[in-house]
Each structure stands twice: as structure tokens, then as C-alpha cells.
């Protein structure tokens, strides 16, 4: 284990959010906030500095680092990020528990959108700027904006991405790796600032444009509104979110060939229709189950292609209390949480792929118990899947789902009912945000005790970073120096 090289970046990561808390505090300035909330910024800002300083003020003699030290700096940075960014919320008095400005904080960075606050409108503007700017910093990757804004890489930092950046399997758009991730935070840019100028045209005050594409852009979910989008009441803002969050919850590798004018390549892409083809069988679905209980069909329409959209891509928002829906339409948006976005996305879940893999696993399993001596090659993108990436995933869905049981298990003991407990391990772990029943779009996470918030907000990073990378950092072998 390269300590040095972790103790370097980690305080490289501590002096980059400082400067990310930045604007909130000229923000906050600007609007002559209470002292306390400008206080808390700067003090936190300071705190970052120091201790930034202080670890990443030399750098060690050895800067190579292989997988495990990819790991390592991956989580690391997620849970400190998560720790210090909590600074601003718990010293301006703000939140009064350090658990639940952790809490807060994590779900900021991983974009799950998950609240404890009850009334958000009370926050200062400068807190709920810096509340949603985890989102946007979030969505593409912490440390893929690390590589972007990086002269020089080295090539060992491909470990980086490859355990940061979400799906089942990494792959470079271009030979370097700072210049793949360059070329990604363009791409997640100009579309977030796209996404601004088109809410601004549907009548959204151009401080609440920033903030709702800051969430739409990282799937994350984060509102200045009680209410959420339902606080606007308009199709034209619900519409264009919509197709935001969809847009945000397709590979981004897929941009970057439509702008090499590769468009053939990207509609045979069998993950893209994947994912269209299960929107629209959930949102087809759910119309049907909701039709008797819906006067007009331009809002059965609104709701549910609003409601889809957002829990397939894992982003939260929400315009309607779908608590009061069927129990059929509660199994397909669980179902939904569960699929998640597009490999290569700002969404969360398991990932098209990897369900197309475990779908297509089980009926080539069904096939050959049928005919034993029949050999049919698992097939992907028209490749075949080999052996050993089928077992990577099998194995991925198996440590999912040891770790959502323990969840559980913990959660349990501070909810009243299972559907609580289950969506709220669900709504985290895949990084969605509002669950059902006591967690659902009209509820919060306060109810529950300091220790199922602090399980959670780790649930919420192991869902981000894809589990591997926290399970390794507590590995005592990670530590060995050879």
C-alpha cells in the first residue's frame, strides 16, 4: 500500500472542496446572511485548508499505485468528503445533529436525494446552494472531476475511474485517461447548463433553475421546495425535467459517439433499448393501473411519466404522493429502484446491464437443463460475455444483496412496518432518495434513530462507489505495505 500517495491525493480532494464551498460563501455574502451561517463557511473552509495543507503539502517520492490503492482513494474520498462537507450544516446551527449533517452531506455527494430536514424553504440560500452543488460534483464522480480539471495523469490512474465510475465494466472514450474525463465533464456541463436554460424559459426563478439542474444533472434530487417540483405545478417544467432525467440516466459514452456522428452505433446499443423498453413498459403499465382513479388523462400522463422517469433514473424528485397509488404501481416503481440507469450514467442501481446479464444467465440456465448438451454463448452488445465477467457479476449481486439484508436487519429496529424499512435500505443503497410509507415523497428519514441514519448514509456511499470499494477499505490485507 502506497500510504504516501493516499495521504497526497486525500489532501488534494480536502483543498478541492474548500474551493467548491466557495461560492456558497460569496453567496451568502452577497445576501447578508445571519453571521452564524457565514461563520460556519469560512471556519469550514478553514478547517479544509489546514488539514488539506497539511496532508497533501508534499509530494511523496512514489506515486505509483495499483488497484487496491484506486480503491482505497476512491472511498476514502467519498466518506471524507462526506464528513467535512457536513461542516457548514452543523456549524451554522442549521442541523443540530452531526449525524444527520452527515447524513445530509452523503446523500448530497452520492445523489440519492434522501432528506432529514422538514422544512428545506427555512435553509439560507447559500446552504441550499452548496446542498445541491454536491449533487452536480457528485452525479459525474468526484475524482473523474479531479482527472478532468488534472494537467497530467498518470496511467495508473485508470484504477481511479475503474472504481468510481458506475456500471460492471469501465472503458476509456480516448487513449488518455485525463482526457476521457475531460471529455465527460464537457459533455455533463453543457447539458446541465442546457437543462438551466430551458427551465428558465418555463417561468422557474433562474436561482431554482440552477438548482433543480444541478439535481436533475446528477440524478440526485435535491429541491429548494418543500413540495419538491410539485411547488411549480407546471407541464412544461414536470416535461422537460422528464426528459432530462432520462437523458442524464443514459451512458455518457453514448454522447461522445453521437458527437463523432456515430448515431447507428448508439441505437444498436442493446443497454439504450433496454432502458427505453422498461420506461415504457412501467410507465404504460401504471397508467393502466391508475386509469379508474384519474379524471384527466393529461395529468394521469404528467404524473406517471414524471414518476417513472425519476425512479429509474434514481433521481427523487416527485410531483405527486405516490404513497396513495395501487400496491401493483408500489411492486413496479420498487422494481424500478432496484434496475436503476444506464452503465456509464449519473444514475444508480444494479444497472441495465447487469439485469440484462442476470436475465439472460437465468434463461440460458433454463435452456441448457432443457437440452444439456445444447451450448449457446451469452451474448452482449453482440460480444460474447465470457466466464469469468458472468461470475464478476453474479458475484457483484450476491455481496448487493448480503449488504441490503444487514441494511435491513439494522433499519428494522427504528420503523414501524417492513415496507418502510425495505424501500428505505432500497431508496439509499441504490441512491434514489423518498421510499414509501414513512420515507415516501410527503416523509423524511428524521424519524429514525442516529444509528439506521448512520448505516444508511454508508449504504448510500456503498451504493455510489458499487460496494467493493468500502468492503476493501475495511479489509485489514488493504493495509499491508506489500
Same mark, same amino acid.
Given at each position: 500500500?502506497?500510504?504516501?500517495?493516499?495521504?497526497?491525493?486525500?489532501?488534494?480532494?480536502?483543498?478541492?472542496?474548500?474551493?467548491?464551498?466557495?461560492?456558497?460563501?460569496?453567496?451568502?455574502?452577497?445576501?447578508?446572511?445571519?453571521?452564524?451561517?457565514?461563520?460556519?463557511?469560512?471556519?469550514?473552509?478553514?478547517?479544509?485548508?489546514?488539514?488539506?495543507?497539511?496532508?497533501?503539502?508534499?509530494?511523496?517520492?512514489?506515486?505509483?499505485?495499483?488497484?487496491?490503492?484506486?480503491?482505497?482513494?476512491?472511498?476514502?474520498?467519498?466518506?471524507?468528503? &462526506?464528513?467535512?462537507?457536513?461542516?457548514?450544516?452543523?456549524?451554522?446551527?442549521?442541523?443540530?445533529?452531526?449525524?444527520?449533517?452527515? $447524513?445530509?452531506?452523503? *446523500?448530497? %455527494?452520492?445523489?440519492?436525494?434522501?432528506?432529514?430536514?422538514?422544512?428545506?424553504?427555512?435553509?439560507?440560500?447559500?446552504?441550499?446552494?452548496?446542498?445541491?452543488?454536491?449533487?452536480?460534483?457528485?452525479?459525474?464522480?468526484?475524482?473523474?472531476?479531479?482527472?478532468?480539471?488534472?494537467?497530467?495523469?498518470?496511467?495508473?490512474?485508470?484504477?481511479?475511474?475503474?472504481?468510481?465510475?458506475?456500471?460492471?465494466?469501465?472503458?476509456?472514450?480516448?487513449?488518455?485517461?485525463?482526457?476521457?474525463?475531460?471529455?465527460?465533464?464537457?459533455?455533463?456541463?453543457?447539458?446541465?447548463?442546457?437543462?438551466?436554460?430551458?427551465?428558465?424559459?418555463?417561468?422557474?426563478?433562474?436561482?431554482?433553475?440552477?438548482?433543480?439542474?444541478?439535481?436533475?444533472?446528477?440524478?440526485?434530487?435535491?429541491?429548494?421546495?418543500?413540495?419538491?417540483?410539485?411547488?411549480?405545478?407546471?407541464?412544461?417544467?414536470?416535461?422537460?425535467?422528464?426528459?432530462?432525467?432520462?437523458?442524464?440516466?443514459?451512458?455518457?459514452?453514448?454522447?461522445?459517439?453521437?458527437?463523432?456522428?456515430?448515431?447507428?452505433?448508439?441505437?444498436?446499443?442493446?443497454?439504450?433499448?433496454? %432502458?427505453?423498453?422498461?420506461?415504457?413498459?412501467?410507465? =404504460?403499465?401504471?397508467?393502466?393501473?391508475?386509469?379508474?382513479?384519474?379524471?384527466?388523462?393529461?395529468?394521469?400522463?404528467?404524473?406517471?411519466?414524471?414518476?417513472?422517469? &425519476?425512479?429509474?433514473?434514481?433521481?427523487?424528485?416527485?410531483?405527486?404522493?405516490?404513497?396513495?397509488?395501487?400496491?401493483?404501481?408500489?411492486?413496479?416503481?420498487?422494481?424500478?429502484? %432496484?434496475?436503476?440507469?444506464?452503465?456509464?450514467?449519473?444514475?444508480?442501481?444494479?444497472?441495465?446491464?447487469?439485469?440484462?446479464?442476470?436475465?439472460?444467465?437465468?434463461?440460458?440456465?433454463?435452456?441448457?437443463?432443457?437440452?444439456?448438451?445444447?451450448?449457446?454463448?451469452?451474448?452482449?452488445?453482440?460480444?460474447?460475455?465470457?466466464?469469468?465477467?458472468?461470475?464478476?457479476? &453474479?458475484?457483484?449481486?450476491?455481496?448487493?444483496?448480503? $449488504?441490503?439484508?444487514?441494511?435491513?436487519?439494522?433499519?428494522?429496529? *427504528?420503523?414501524?412496518?417492513?415496507?418502510?424499512?425495505?424501500?428505505?435500505?432500497?431508496?439509499?443503497?441504490?441512491?434514489?432518495?423518498?421510499?414509501?410509507?414513512?420515507?415516501?415523497?410527503?416523509?423524511?428519514?428524521?424519524?429514525?434513530?442516529?444509528?439506521?441514519?448512520?448505516?444508511? *448514509? $454508508?449504504?448510500?456511499?456503498?451504493?455510489?462507489?458499487?460496494?467493493?470499494?468500502?468492503?476493501?477499505?475495511?479489509?485489514?490485507? =488493504?493495509?499491508?505495505?506489500?
Amino acid at each position: 500500500m502506497n500510504l504516501g500517495y493516499v495521504r497526497y491525493i486525500m489532501g488534494r480532494i480536502l483543498l478541492l472542496e474548500a474551493a467548491l464551498l466557495c461560492p456558497s460563501l460569496v453567496l451568502s455574502l452577497y445576501d447578508r446572511e445571519v453571521w452564524a451561517t457565514t461563520r460556519a463557511i469560512i471556519l469550514s473552509i478553514a478547517v479544509l485548508v489546514v488539514l488539506g495543507g497539511l496532508l497533501g503539502f508534499k509530494k511523496p517520492a512514489r506515486i505509483s499505485f495499483y488497484a487496491r490503492e484506486g480503491f482505497v482513494i476512491v472511498a476514502l474520498t467519498w466518506i471524507l468528503l &462526506s464528513l467535512f462537507g457536513a461542516l457548514p450544516f452543523y456549524l451554522s446551527g442549521a442541523i443540530s445533529s452531526p449525524i444527520n449533517a452527515f $447524513f445530509e452531506t452523503a *446523500s448530497g %455527494f452520492t445523489t440519492t436525494g434522501a432528506s432529514i430536514l422538514t422544512n428545506i424553504e427555512a435553509l439560507p440560500r447559500s446552504l441550499l446552494f452548496w446542498r445541491s452543488l454536491t449533487h452536480l460534483v457528485g452525479g459525474m464522480g468526484i475524482l473523474v472531476f479531479v482527472l478532468a480539471i488534472m494537467p497530467r495523469v498518470e496511467s495508473d490512474a485508470v484504477h481511479i475511474m475503474k472504481a468510481e465510475v458506475p456500471g460492471p465494466a469501465f472503458g476509456k472514450l480516448l487513449a488518455r485517461v485525463s482526457h476521457s474525463a475531460r471529455t465527460l465533464y464537457i459533455i455533463y456541463l453543457a447539458m446541465t447548463a442546457v437543462l438551466v436554460v430551458l427551465l428558465r424559459f418555463g417561468g422557474m426563478p433562474i436561482f431554482d433553475s440552477f438548482l433543480h439542474a444541478f439535481g436533475a444533472a446528477g440524478t440526485g434530487g435535491f429541491s429548494l421546495k418543500n413540495a419538491s417540483i410539485g411547488f411549480y405545478d407546471s407541464a412544461y417544467i414536470e416535461g422537460v425535467l422528464s426528459v432530462a432525467m432520462i437523458l442524464f440516466g443514459i451512458n455518457f459514452n453514448l454522447y461522445y459517439l453521437l458527437l463523432l456522428r456515430q448515431v447507428k452505433i448508439v441505437l444498436k446499443n442493446e443497454e439504450l433499448r433496454w %432502458f427505453i423498453g422498461i420506461i415504457v413498459t412501467a410507465f =404504460t403499465a401504471i397508467c393502466i393501473i391508475l386509469w379508474p382513479s384519474y379524471e384527466s388523462v393529461g395529468r394521469l400522463v404528467r404524473d406517471v411519466l414524471f414518476t417513472v422517469s &425519476s425512479i429509474v433514473t434514481t433521481t427523487g424528485y416527485s410531483t405527486v404522493d405516490f404513497n396513495t397509488w395501487p400496491l401493483a404501481a408500489h411492486i413496479i416503481l420498487i422494481l424500478l429502484m %432496484f434496475c436503476g440507469a444506464m452503465s456509464g450514467s449519473t444514475g444508480g442501481g444494479l444497472k441495465i446491464s447487469r439485469v440484462i446479464i442476470l436475465v439472460k444467465t437465468s434463461l440460458m440456465e433454463i435452456s441448457q437443463s432443457i437440452s444439456p448438451h445444447r451450448r449457446v454463448p451469452l451474448r452482449l452488445e453482440n460480444k460474447v460475455v465470457d466466464n469469468q465477467f458472468q461470475r464478476s457479476v &453474479s458475484f457483484y449481486f450476491t455481496s448487493y444483496f448480503m $449488504f441490503f439484508v444487514l441494511c435491513l436487519i439494522v433499519v428494522s429496529f *427504528s420503523v414501524p412496518n417492513f415496507t418502510s424499512a425495505f424501500t428505505a435500505v432500497a431508496a439509499t443503497i441504490n441512491n434514489i432518495g423518498p421510499g414509501l410509507d414513512v420515507v415516501g415523497p410527503t416523509g423524511n428519514y428524521e424519524s429514525l434513530n442516529p444509528l439506521s441514519k448512520l448505516v444508511l *448514509s $454508508f449504504a448510500m456511499i456503498a451504493g455510489r462507489l458499487e460496494i467493493f470499494p468500502i468492503l476493501i477499505l475495511f479489509s485489514p490485507k =488493504t493495509w499491508r505495505r506489500t
